[in-house]
């Protein structure tokens, strides 16, 4: 487990048109979610898809945005994701990393590709 920050590109994929935002993103793995803050959502042009409810940190829940999808892209890595609406920084957690087969590596603490597969990303589907 662990966090680091790192930068990511995200892209509108229903507006092809936008370009897309280098952010310093915080890769957490003991986040689970991508969540963006509103200056973001408003950049991109991503649309509210539904709202989710979270639980935070304190223990209480808050109802944010849900919008998508957002393309990632990360070194030789893409990705899509659903966002929540919340926080001050862009937040990578652990189900956008498993997708782009993304590792915090702790001892150098930056995110890199997983060096078992550094040329194209593994997924376990079994």
């Not at 487990?1 to 280098?22: D, T």
Request: hydrophobic share 50%; aromatic share 2%; net charge negative.
């Amino acid at each position: 487990m662990g966090s680091v920050n790192a930068k990511v590109a995200m892209r509108n994929l229903r507006k092809s048109e936008l370009a897309s935002v280098e952010v310093d993103a915080l890769a957490d793995s003991g986040a689970v979610h991508l969540c963006i803050p509103e200056h973001i959502r408003l950049q991109l042009e991503l649309e509210e898809i539904d709202k989710k409810a979270v639980i935070l940190a304190d223990g209480t829940s808050k109802l944010v945005p849900y919008v998508g999808p957002v393309e990632l892209r990360f070194k030789n890595r893409i990705g899509f994701a659903g966002a929540l609406v919340m926080g001050d920084q862009v937040l990578l957690g652990a189900i956008p990393m498993e997708d782009m087969d993304l590792v915090i590596i702790p001892k150098t603490r930056v995110l890199d590709v997983n060096p078992s597969s550094p040329n194209i990303a593994i997924s376990i589907a079994k």
